[in-house]
């Protein structure tokens, strides 16, 4: 599976973005999207992602302002909104895809695209 990923660049804070994500390659296989993002001198962290039945799952600092979003061609959108300085890093898409059991499944990241947010 690769990943391509669009969508990002600088907004001022309380505006909004839309990062996108497009899968290729075994699109069939795909069980989870998502979106990660790193800030400068932290760890990469999970902001949103979605599973094949739906559900997503969200990081407590973005809940009620970031929506993911994933259609059948497993492309996967995150509508950010109410942007803050503290959303400023670099988003990356990720795909866990494979076997159903999680521990065989295999992993595949976008290139990142960079979000600032300013103050």
């Known amino acids: 599976v690769q990943l391509q990923a669009s969508g990002g660049g600088l907004v001022e804070s309380g505006g909004s973005l839309r990062l996108s994500c497009a899968a290729s390659g075994s699109i069939s296989s795909i069980n989870v999207m998502g979106w990660y993002r790193q800030a400068p001198g932290k760890e990469r962290e999970l902001v949103a992602n979605?599973?094949?039945?739906?559900?997503a799952k969200y990081a407590d600092s973005v809940k009620d302002r970031f929506t993911i979003s994933r259609d059948k061609s497993e492309n996967v959108d995150l509508q950010m909104n109410n942007l803050k300085p503290e959303d400023t890093a670099v988003y990356y898409c990720?795909?866990?895809?494979?076997?159903?059991?999680?521990?065989?499944?295999?992993?595949?990241w976008g290139q990142g695209t960079l979000v600032t947010v300013s103050s």
């Open positions: 979605i599973s094949n039945d739906g559900s």
């Open positions: 990720n795909a866990l895809w494979g076997p159903a059991t999680p521990r065989f499944r295999m992993s595949s």
